[in-house]
């Protein structure tokens, strides 16, 4: 051992296998720290903000005072920059590295969407603040409304949606409102077995009895089987076009064309747009409605579940029927048509969707990046974005099953099966495989048409660098699940947590902290 | 273009990896009439972040923000001091940028975070459970009506002429394709909210009764009669409250009865916005939880013994039960959920307590100096941080009037209820914490002058 002459050693020992994995006293990892729950480590009689004295005043509260005791912990600001900090470093994000979850398309997010977002000019702005006072705001959202319109080759777009199953919701409500405006009730809504779970679950909720399409050998939509199902009680078809495996529907204008002969609709799902943003438009495709993820496609953070928006772009047919409040511009001033304005020439819409007029704070960060890409870089997007996934699709399909990939190229995302691993090892020892490699695994067990699926999406922010090192763990991983490797199954072993039982949550549910005083006694 | 990192060397290699000569030969599938042959026409091209930034800083000048001017709406979206650590610590890429938390093993931050949340907005709210958000209140209204449905299986819910009119207007959209009736009308201008009516109009057919709380035009009035006379019936409470902060100050729906308690969260942490991304809280007794819509995020152990927190009874959801599932939602609002919860953990107790009791104090003050105002009279005995006035014109008018003078003075009932003219003199007022004792004077001598 080197040591400096007052003691202190300079250089480390050989390592012995017992020194890789010593306990700790406070179970913290150097960087990988432990932290306890707000209700642990807080008080209420702490807070981390300072306010004026209220003026003394006689209450008002109509007796309605409360005196319970709320039970909301407080910390020192020092202490919640740090509780939430530490908490932040138990988290994968795109910040750190590939992200590959097949349909959710997690790219980059540019920091001066963020910045603008915040500008005060659009952050602190009141929603009824009267229309003189916020022509930018609305310019911002009828800016961003015509880009939406001429990417999709579409005829108009309703901007108010919440998030693509709101959007969803959006679309089908427009449909359901223009047969009815033709007094044409109809009861079916066909969806492909590889949708999104989301395109069933709002047809049933706008009323709608829902009939699976089957999928060809090749992992589209049965176009013959499509057709004989069509009939006068057909309302809509949803599609998802490039599909959930990763495929663009060839037959996408004959579909719809046979849709519109039987006096249906084409919802299509846009989740992934961004697989041919700037290269298709869905209007020259028979397209009715679809929803735009501005979250995947146009790069608004995630924020580790939302929010999201999704704007709906629709055709001519649809257009009377969108949902109120619009943007509008009349000479040079930008009006907001809401419940007040309608009246005159908006009277078929099918109602509101929602408080105020959507995710203004999307729709800030997705202009910022549209008008950061223009019409050149948004082509190169989905083009980048496809020569990726292929480029991980060949470059794993000899170790990995790829069940479509006998039938050419892929779009954004490539699909990989279990098949082929060995006996008792799954997709998911493969999955929490990855976690150890360092990156987050990819969309697994979706679609539902593929045994185990697997589904990457690497989407176009990743360099040629990146992608290999995570073909190269996705091979090693591959190899080890067919050969057995049997410590895979342990995976993953150096995550701030082991597999988590999830079981357990479900079976006994615990969703909110209790003292554990409280806790014992209640048992 | 400078979030693309592949240069055309790798490109080309890439190709050659594939197989393919060109990236053309990627969209073969693409039917030829249908693939454009080159860039869309009449849309610019890409443009750097200096230029970028200009372009949407010129449209960001052309609003008065809040910020800038003497300012008073509420109306269902408040301006409250959001402390600075809020907005960095959400800016931490570990939280902005990491998907819905589906592998719990490395998304621990996102989870725990939720956990807290959920235990935070069950307590603020007085109930024993709540979700990990959705989209908005009018949309967690929505939601809760949708629910009370599956619980008592009954259609008819009765709407107070109390509820925020965005709300009425999404249940009522919604109604339309699902068969709801709905029950609703709009509000009077009295003092006393629409309880007894309430209470007069519910029957065996009722699933529920949904209130706001306080209401639109900032009355508190107890529920526990309402919840006594909905429960005698077999129907359930919604109570609705747009304006958390007022929890720090007065009774929680959950503790006088309501069965579901759903809210606008953006008060806390999130900011104004221009309407969105807001924050929808979903709160209920424990025994409805299974019904519930949304995330929920719960507690378990890992596989050496460890606490860790995962997304739960996701039987109830859409992934899973596809048609079959409690409602259609995917993404919430993480990211504002977090927001809320890091401002809540900064405040505690006794900061929400405080901060209840300035907005509180100041509107009393506003309140009572705007009523001396000629051509003015208070609506309201009871209020929090939120009143209504009635003025001697259309408030429309004045609204628009002291824009004109730099002055954001409120939201007309002319725009929240244009149907309604009979109560288009009123005025909602809502006084924060951000308001200063120059900007109620402002106010009351504009007003003053509006209304001479």
Not at chain 2, 50 to 63: F, S, T
Request: proline share 5%; hydrophobic share 45%.
């Amino acid at each position: 051992m080197t040591m400096l002459k007052e003691g202190r050693p300079t250089a480390p020992q050989a390592l012995n296998e017992a020194d890789t994995t010593p306990a700790t006293a406070t179970g913290n990892r150097a960087l990988m720290l432990e932290e306890a729950l707000i209700f642990e480590i807080g008080s209420t009689e702490t807070t981390g903000v300072d306010f004026a004295e209220a003026p003394k005043v006689v209450s008002r509260l109509g007796n309605l005072a409360r005196t319970d005791g709320i039970g909301l912990p407080g910390l020192s600001e020092q202490e919640t920059v740090r509780h939430y900090t530490r908490l932040s470093r138990q988290n994968y994000a795109i910040d750190l590295g590939l992200f590959p979850l097949g349909s959710c398309t997690m790219k980059h997010n540019p920091r001066l969407n963020e910045k603008v977002a915040r500008m005060p000019g659009f952050a602190d702005l009141h929603p009824l603040a009267p229309q003189s006072t916020v022509q930018g705001a609305l310019a911002v959202i009828h800016e961003l409304a015509a880009w939406l319109v001429t990417l999709t080759g579409m005829h108009s777009v309703a901007m108010s949606p919440k998030a693509g199953a709101h959007g969803e919701l959006c679309g089908l409500l427009a449909i359901r409102a223009a047969l009815e405006a033709r007094g044409d009730a109809r009861s079916v809504i066909l969806v492909p077995e590889s949708a999104h779970g989301t395109n069933p679950a709002t047809a049933a909720f706008c009323g709608y009895k829902v009939e699976d399409i089957p999928a060809t050998p090749d992992g589209r939509v049965d176009l013959e089987a499509l057709k004989a199902r069509l009939g006068p009680d057909v309302a809509a078809v949803m599609i998802t076009n490039p599909n959930t495996c990763g495929l663009f529907e060839r037959d996408m204008k004959t579909i719809s064309d046979a849709v519109h002969a039987a006096g249906a609709f084409v919802y299509c799902d846009g989740a992934n747009f961004n697989a041919i943003v700037g290269r298709v438009r869905p209007g020259d495709l028979g397209v009715d409605a679809m929803h735009i993820n501005l979250h995947k496609t146009f790069s608004t953070p995630h924020g580790g579940g939302g929010p999201g928006s999704g704007p709906v772009v629709l055709s001519e047919a649809l257009a009377p029927f969108a949902p109120l409040p619009f943007v509008e511009k009349q000479g040079d001033k930008f009006v907001l048509v809401e419940e007040e304005t309608a009246e005159d020439h908006h009277g078929q819409t099918f109602g509101r969707m929602v408080a105020f007029h959507g995710q203004m704070g999307m729709f800030t960060r997705a202009l910022t990046y549209i008008l950061s890409h223009g019409a050149d870089g948004l082509r190169q997007v989905a083009t980048d974005a496809v020569l990726n996934a292929n480029y991980i699709l060949r470059s794993l399909d000899d170790v990995l099953d790829a069940p479509f990939g006998g039938s050419g190229p892929c779009m954004h995302e490539a699909l990989f099966s279990d098949k082929g691993l060995a006996e008792g090892f799954t997709t998911l020892d493969i999955a929490k495989g990855l976690i150890d490699e360092g990156f987050h695994p990819m969309t697994m067990y979706f679609p539902l048409v593929v045994h185990g699926a697997m589904l990457v999406e690497p989407t176009e922010t990743e360099s040629k660098a990146a992608l290999d090192q995570f073909i190269l763990a996705l091979r090693s991983l591959a190899e080890r699940a067919k050969a057995g490797d049997e410590a895979l199954k342990g995976a993953p072993y150096f995550a701030p947590r082991r597999r988590l039982d999830e079981t357990l949550a479900a079976r006994k549910p615990v969703l909110t902290w209790t003292e554990p005083e409280l806790a014992e006694a209640a048992e | 273009m400078r979030y693309l990192p592949l240069t055309d060397t790798d490109r080309q290699d890439m190709l050659s990896v594939i197989g393919a000569s060109s990236v053309d030969d990627l969209f073969v599938d693409v039917p030829a009439e249908a693939r454009l042959p080159g860039k869309i026409a009449g849309l610019p091209d890409h443009a750097s972040e200096l230029a970028v930034e200009r372009h949407m800083a010129a449209l960001a000048r052309k609003n008065l923000s809040a910020g800038e001017a003497p300012f008073f709406l509420g109306a269902g979206a408040y301006r409250h001091h959001v402390p600075a650590s809020v907005d960095h610590l959400i800016q931490r890429g570990e939280f902005l940028t990491a998907y819905t938390p589906y592998q719990p093993e490395i998304a621990q931050g996102t989870l725990q975070v939720l956990f807290e949340f959920q235990t935070q907005v069950a307590r603020l709210l007085g109930c024993d459970v709540a979700n990990a958000s959705m989209y908005d209140g009018s949309t967690a209204c929505w939601e809760a009506i949708g629910m009370a449905r599956r619980i008592t299986k009954r259609g008819k819910a009765i709407l107070s002429s109390g509820l925020h009119p965005h709300y009425v207007s999404v249940a009522n959209t919604m109604a339309k394709f699902t068969g709801d009736v709905l029950v609703h009308e709009a509000p009077t201008l009295e003092a006393v909210t629409d309880i007894d009516a309430l209470i007069a109009g519910i029957d065996k057919d009722t699933s529920c009764v949904v209130v706001q709380y306080p209401d639109i035009l900032g009355r508190i009035a107890d529920l526990t009669p309402l919840a006594d006379a909905a429960h005698a019936a077999g129907a359930l409470l919604v109570a609705v409250v747009t304006e958390p902060v007022a929890l720090g100050a007065i009774k929680a729906p959950g503790h006088m009865g309501a069965d579901i308690v759903v809210g606008e969260g953006q008060s806390i942490g999130v900011g104004l916005q221009f309407g969105g991304p807001y924050l929808g809280l979903f709160a209920c007794k424990q025994k409805y939880v299974r019904q519930m819509p949304g995330r929920l995020c719960g507690e378990t152990v890992d596989a050496a013994g460890k606490r860790g927190f995962v997304l739960t009874l996701s039987t109830r959801e859409q992934h899973i039960r596809r048609e079959k599932a409690t409602s259609n939602i995917c993404t919430n609002s993480g990211l504002c959920a977090l927001a809320f919860s890091i401002h809540m953990t900064l405040l505690g107790e006794k900061g929400l307590r405080e901060l209840a009791v300035l907005n509180h104090g100041l509107t009393v003050q506003a309140a009572d100096r705007l009523a001396k105002v000629p051509g003015v009279t208070l609506l309201n005995d009871s209020f929090f941080n939120e009143f209504t006035l009635i003025l001697s014109k259309d408030a429309r008018e004045v609204v628009r009037n002291l824009a004109d003078k730099g002055l954001l003075g409120g939201v007309s009932l002319g725009r929240l209820f244009p149907d309604a003219p009979e109560i288009g003199n009123g005025l909602v007022v809502a006084v924060t914490e951000t308001v200063t004792a120059e900007d109620i004077e402002a106010f009351a001598k504009a007003l003053e002058e509006e209304l001479a």
